[in-house]
């Protein structure tokens, strides 16, 4: 491999990982505050979708991408109202809005763009925004600051996060929320509204994910456009041991697994596509076999609190 083919599979696999960082991102804050984040594919689902819808009324894609972070944070609200306010189990309200999400979005395309016809609403796509300078170097500057600005934010947020978990009072009272909501209620916390917050704004990036797919990779919006990466994502968490930094390096690993895969196809070989789009989950599936046995999960994430 020369350098201009690893520069293309190492630029394939950021714009693969870009999504899968800003979910798990917003997957990692929600898990913090003790609510297994099992929505994030139907919050990436309607942030992907409501991104394009938005683009296309209002010929903006900033209006576009606040619609997608406002997509994922209604969807991220149906889970915080069930988990939270009525005590549901957190595993089947997150596949439960899964499917809501599909459903829903599917409807809503045929009925906003369908006319007699295969439903389709084409928007531009993000522009790339080359950084003066660092741009020009070699190498580097192709790869990371010649970068649509959904990656520039995936990559920026995870120190930020990192302080906030960790160095401020704020992440401190959400992670005490997720270890032992009684023992924070008892010093003055409010488990119930810090889940809530931090379920939202887990859904915000989340849809902010889905509008990677489709106002910054593709341009429209498909049925199931996520194809499971919600879950994918749900694994680099894990794998991340639910720190910023791990689940980056995870879903890079994930990225580079799909980006092999999507070479591997173009020599022809005698198995079947499908086998070969397989790669980056099995990748999961190994990985999470490897190392997800040791992983200590927030003591109390999927544990209602019901405040006596």
Request: hydrophobic share 55%.
């Amino acid at each position: 491999m020369d350098s201009a083919q690893l520069l293309d599979f190492l630029a394939a696999t950021l714009r693969i990982a870009a999504p899968l960082i800003l979910a798990a991102l917003g997957g990692i804050i929600c898990e913090r505050a003790g609510t297994f984040a099992v929505g994030l594919e139907g919050q990436m689902l309607a942030g992907a979708f409501l991104g394009v819808l938005a683009t296309h009324a209002a010929s903006n894609a900033g209006f576009g991408l606040i619609a997608s972070a406002a997509g994922g944070a209604m969807m991220a609200g149906v889970v915080a109202i069930a988990t939270v306010r009525y005590h549901a189990e957190h595993m089947v309200t997150g596949i439960a809005s899964n499917i809501l999400a599909l459903g829903l979005t599917s409807f809503l395309l045929r009925a906003v763009a369908g006319n007699g016809g295969a439903p389709t609403i084409r928007v531009p796509l993000l522009e790339v925004w080359a950084i003066p300078g660092l741009s020009e170097l070699p190498f580097v500057g192709a790869l990371l600051f010649r970068q649509p600005p959904l990656t520039y934010l995936a990559l920026a947020l995870v120190v930020p996060l990192f302080l906030f978990l960790f160095r401020t009072r704020v992440g401190l009272d959400l992670r005490a929320v997720g270890e032992n909501p009684v023992a924070a209620f008892a010093a003055g916390g409010d488990p119930a509204r810090v889940r809530t917050a931090a379920i939202l704004a887990g859904g915000a990036l989340a849809g902010l994910a889905g509008a990677v797919l489709s106002l910054q990779q593709v341009g429209t919006f498909t049925d199931g456009m996520t194809g499971g990466r919600g879950y994918l994502v749900l694994a680099a968490i894990i794998v991340g041991r639910w720190m910023p930094l791990g689940s980056l390096l995870a879903c890079l690993m994930f990225g580079a697994a799909e980006a092999m895969s999507l070479r591997v196809q173009a020599f022809s070989l005698p198995v079947s596509s499908y086998v070969i789009q397989m790669a980056p989950y099995l990748a999961a599936l190994l990985v999470l076999a490897g190392l997800g046995r040791g992983t200590r999960m927030p003591a109390a994430i999927g544990q209602p609190f019901r405040q006596s």
